[in-house]
Structures are given as structure tokens and as C-alpha cells.
Antibody, heavy 117, light 110 residues
Framework: EVQLVESGGGLVQPGGSLRLSCAAS????????MTWVRQAPGKGLEWVAN????????NYVDSVKGRFTISRDNAKNSLYLQMSSLRAEDTAVYYC??????????WGQGTLVTVSS | QSALTQPPSASGSPGQSVTISCTGT?????????VSWYQQHPGKAPKVIIY???ERPSGVPDRFSGSKSGNTASLTVSGLQAEDEADYYC??????????FGGGTKLTVL
């Protein structure tokens, strides 16, 4: 059974930083592009970033470019999202997912990030 | 890039069929056959129900079907059941390894 477990969310002040983690099991982690998707409270889903299976390619939605960094540690089957210069509009549940068949195949349960003073 | 356009709501009675549209541009839906659909129940993570426009993952009932014409993709739910009541999102590949979601449609089973 595939499991993706996010952690690291919490309350942070505007301008602050936070690092999210996603621990993967039950899949061959090194075979998949991985992605972060977020959902603001009561709102829709938004793709945030993805990373190639070997970490050699990374892509971001325009609104987070220069502020967020996606990375992975294949030895630990883990995905990360380093978030800095956080804004109120970054408040959301952040999900990690693996990409397969050009779709987001498996999702974690999400971790809530709240940016507020 | 703007979100794909979905109707905010849709509804149908048990046993009926309902179709949800998802409209984009030639840079996303019209340019690639990489449209997927997700079902999300309240408080839960999304679940893929359609990928590559019309393919169903194993375990997804064949009541769910997808199609595409030009810049518009559609999800049809046939034989509506109470458990189909959820939010539905479309997603399209938009080139340059970017992805774009629709705004979501709340499906109500009357």
C-alpha cells in the first residue's frame, strides 16, 4: 500500500520560513516525479511545484518562484518543500503526490500551513 | 496562467447522469491529452478518477467517464449514487512541466 505522509506544517508569521516533508513508502520512490499541491481554506487545488525522479529538474508555479524550493532525498524516500518569505496567501493545506500516467496518482493526507501574525 | 473553468456546482438525482465541463485553452487542454479528474470528499485528500482524458485507474467504477473536445474536457458520472456527492477538479498539463487545475465543481446528489 502506498503511503505519503506530510509533516512540518504549522503557524508562521508573514515573512517567515517553514520546511515541509513528505515520507513515502510502498512505491519505488526513485521512479516518480513528485509534486506539491496546495489548497487554501475553502478554496480549490493549486499545483505548486514538481521535481524529477533524480532531482535534476524542478518546476514551480509563478507565485512561489524564488521563495519556495522543492527537493528530495532518494536515500530516505523523502520529498521536501522549503518555504521562505511566506505570505498570508500561502496559507493552505499542502499535499504531496507522485506523478504517474501524467496524473497525480497517490496523495498524502496533507499538512496545514497558516501564515498569520 | 488562469485556472481552468469549471461550473461551481452541478446536481442530479440518484440514477441520473451528470456532466461537468472543464474549459481551458490551446496551451493546456487543447494542446495535450493529459487531462485528469479528481474527486475530493470533505476533509479528505483528492483521489484520481480519470487520467489521460478518458482512462480510469483500477478500482474506479465505470460510471465515471471522461472525454475531450478542443479546449474543453468533460467528466460524466452515470447512475449517480449518494457517495458521488463530492468536489470534482480537472487538471491539465500546460507545458514546460507545469500543471493547471480547474476551480472545482461541487456535485450534489439530490
Amino acid at each position: 500500500e502506498v503511503q505519503l505522509v506530510e509533516s512540518g506544517g504549522g503557524l508562521v508569521q508573514p515573512g517567515g520560513s517553514l520546511r515541509l516533508s513528505c515520507a513515502a513508502s510502498g512505491l519505488t520512490f526513485t521512479s516518480y516525479w513528485m509534486t506539491w499541491v496546495r489548497q487554501a481554506p475553502g478554496k480549490g487545488l493549486e499545483w505548486v511545484a514538481n521535481i524529477k525522479y533524480d532531482g535534476s529538474e524542478k518546476n514551480y508555479v509563478d507565485s512561489v518562484k524564488g521563495r519556495f524550493t522543492i527537493s528530495r532525498d532518494n536515500a530516505k524516500n523523502s520529498l521536501y518543500l522549503q518555504m521562505s518569505s511566506l505570505r498570508a496567501e500561502d496559507t493552505a493545506v499542502y499535499y504531496c503526490a507522485n506523478l504517474n500516467n501524467w496524473s497525480f496518482e497517490n496523495w498524502g493526507q496533507g499538512t496545514l500551513v497558516t501564515v498569520s501574525s | 496562467q488562469s485556472a481552468l473553468t469549471q461550473p461551481p456546482s452541478a446536481s442530479g438525482s440518484p440514477g441520473q447522469s451528470v456532466t461537468i465541463s472543464c474549459t481551458g485553452t490551446s496551451s493546456d487542454i487543447g494542446g495535450y491529452d493529459y487531462v485528469s479528474w479528481y474527486q475530493q470528499h470533505p476533509g479528505k485528500a483528492p483521489k484520481v478518477i480519470i487520467y489521460d482524458v478518458s482512462e480510469r485507474p483500477s478500482g474506479v467504477p465505470d460510471r465515471f467517464s471522461g472525454s475531450k473536445s478542443g479546449n474543453t474536457a468533460s467528466l460524466t458520472v452515470s447512475g449517480l449514487q449518494a457517495e458521488d456527492e463530492a468536489d470534482y477538479y480537472c487538471v491539465s498539463f500546460a507545458g514546460s512541466k507545469n500543471w493547471i487545475f480547474g476551480g472545482g465543481t461541487k456535485l450534489t446528489v439530490l
